[in-house]
């Protein structure tokens, strides 16, 4: 019996996501052009929606 109540509990565990949410890579480029040049600019990093990482090169 609590083999089957430890399976149910740990089924239902994995099912609501309790491990938190999985972090997604972000990227971000772009271009400016104005009166000084041409200027590129670019980010890399990950986010869960919560806490979020970000490294500009």
Same mark, same amino acid.
């Given at each position: 019996?609590?083999?089957?109540?430890?399976?149910?509990?740990?089924?239902?565990?994995?099912?609501?996501?309790?491990?938190?949410?999985?972090?997604?890579?972000?990227?971000?480029?772009?271009?400016?052009?104005?009166?000084?040049?041409?200027?590129?600019?670019?980010?890399?990093?990950?986010? $869960?929606?919560?806490?979020?990482? $970000?490294?500009?090169?």
């Amino acid at each position: 019996m609590k083999k089957i109540v430890f399976l149910i509990s740990m089924v239902a565990l994995a099912s609501c996501g309790a491990d938190g949410a999985p972090f997604e890579p972000t990227a971000n480029a772009g271009i400016s052009i104005g009166t000084g040049g041409i200027s590129t600019n670019c980010s890399v990093g990950t986010s $869960n929606g919560t806490v979020s990482v $970000n490294v500009g090169c």
